[in-house]
């Protein structure tokens, strides 16, 4: 088992930067994708971002493409998740996910994560 903890949320303006960090515990984490998911008031959880184990493979949601970057440093345990530009719609609680997967064929459905973090809140102002 891996255990994860998501850390890094809080309140910025629009246009504002964030960085969320997923560090992990238990098991190695170089052999899990991860990937980060969302949910706002009142909607169910949508993907964002995801990185295979190897760091090889990310694929982002349309909706943050070119403003998110997912990242991962195995010698940490962590895996990050830098937002640039956020926008009033970006608010929500953001939670990690692992997957136990050597594959590189990144997942964006969370059905398919095992693992969670307990979520790290991120609030956007207009």
């Known amino acids: 088992q891996v255990q994860l903890v998501d850390s890094g949320g809080g309140l910025v303006q629009a246009g504002g930067s964030l960085r969320l960090s997923c560090a992990a515990s238990?098991?190695?984490?170089?052999?899990?994708?991860v990937g980060w998911f969302r949910q706002a008031p009142g909607k169910g959880r949508e993907f964002v971002a995801a990185?295979?184990?190897?760091?090889?493979?990310?694929y982002y949601a349309d909706s943050v493409k070119g403003r998110f970057t997912i990242s991962r440093d195995n010698a940490k345990n962590t895996v990050y998740l830098q937002m640039n530009s956020l926008k009033p719609e970006d608010t929500a609680i953001y939670y990690c996910?692992?997957?136990?997967?050597?594959?590189?064929?990144?997942?964006?459905?969370?059905?398919?994560?095992?693992?969670w973090g307990q979520g790290t809140r991120v609030t956007v102002s207009s």
């Open positions: 996910a692992a997957d136990h997967t050597l594959s590189e064929m990144v997942d964006t459905t969370a059905a398919s994560y095992d693992y």
């Open positions: 238990g098991r190695t984490f170089s052999s899990y994708t």
């Open positions: 990185i295979s184990w190897s760091a090889l493979s990310r």
